[in-house]
């Protein structure tokens, strides 16, 4: 059976169900297939289920009026049509990418079963079933080794902890987060974790997966070392979601190549989210995908004729995106964890940088001004400073002379 919607929009993750919502408010309403099994949901969320603090009911999002279950398995760009994998057709006008992120499996000896599954125990840390798996495994004692100490490890290690898994994080590289942190951030990171009782190994790279009976029993690092592991967690980052539009002839980079109306090389198709890839970036944040959501509505509008009164659509520039993870929890070390990065946070020379440390309590907060502007700046603890900050720093508006937020920043205690 065929039938006939104008906006398809595939991937019902925060960008596609945002865009669809967004049309919707304005007079153009979109098809929304979606593949995962569940209502739709905050993905950053994710960690906070795991952590036990909320239910998967709690982050779910206001699911779209037109919204299919079912994988979305090839474009026919020549017909303007998509198949499903349950063989039905549907026609569009114009379709949307929203096909979000798959996760990094890293190269590890022994990591897939002889059926290509990965083995009982090991988990990637991208979906809901995801969260729910991990979240079903773990019990006070189990024995964990998370793979990658990034935001997504970070977050997984956190919350196994607080669910009273043994805890070890294995990263790579020589400090944790280090794509978003500054060094003194990432230590207080690590001193957090490990005040949570994880054991934190940096230049720690893992080798094999050992199994018995189908089932992890220990990761080997590299020097030849074993850690028992009743569960491993992958958190070694995520790539763009192309399989289709690459095997649709679009054009593909890391993303899907879009220009600034989110627009791939077919006029036809647009991409948006962690798929997409736009003046040479690619995300794999929400704000950028929510951004773009907001933009490529209000562009969609404009060409379907929906809300002739809606504002004039703008184009996509970019977005300045701030890193924000925070995890909450009960009290002590298991309390609030709050973390917040921007632009630049390395100095360059000549630019000027304040910081506050506070070690006692465990608080960081710097700034790194250049020729007046806000650059950059990380803020690990204490974030009632985080809006004014972000704000100086997406206007990119000279700093004023009285000190302006850098003031606020040096005196405001976030009601702390
Ligand atoms: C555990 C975790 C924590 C995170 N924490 C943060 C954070 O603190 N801050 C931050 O900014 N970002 C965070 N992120 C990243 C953020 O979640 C993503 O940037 C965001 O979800 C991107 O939205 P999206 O809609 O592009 O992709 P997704 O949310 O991945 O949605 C894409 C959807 O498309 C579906 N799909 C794909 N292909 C098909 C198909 N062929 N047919 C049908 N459906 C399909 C997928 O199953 C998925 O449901 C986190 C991510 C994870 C996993």
Known sequence: MTSKTRVVVIGAGLAGVTLARRLGELGTPALVVGDEEHRPYNRVLLAEVLAGRYGPEVIALPAPAGLLRGRVTGIDRAGRTVRCADGSVIAYDTLVLATGSNPVLPPLRGLFTPDHELPEGVHAFRTMDDCLGLSKAVRPGTRAVVVGGGLLGVSAARALAVRGARVVLAQQSERLMERHLDPAASALVRRHLEGLGVEVHTECRVRDVRCAGGAVRSVELADGYALGADL???????????????????????????????????????????????????????????????????LLARDEGGAQSAPAPRAYTGTRALTRLTLTGAGGPRGPFDLAAFGETDPRPGDD?????????????????RDDRLVGGVLVGELGTVGALARAWEGAEPLSSDGGPLLHLLTHDGGS
């Open 232 to 298: 491993v967690v992958l958190a070694c980052g995520v790539r763009p979601r192309t399989g289709l539009a690459r095997d649709a002839g679009l054009a593909v980079g890391r993303g899907v190549l879009v220009d600034d109306e989110l627009r791939t090389c077919d006029p036809h198709v647009r991409a948006v989210g962690d798929c997409a890839e736009h003046a040479g970036r690619v995300y794999g944040l929400a704000a950028p995908a929510l951004e773009q959501a907001g933009v490529l509505a209000g």
């Open 353 to 369: 940088v304040v910081q506050l440390a506070d070690a006692t309590r465990g608080t960081y907060r710097k700034v790194v001004v």
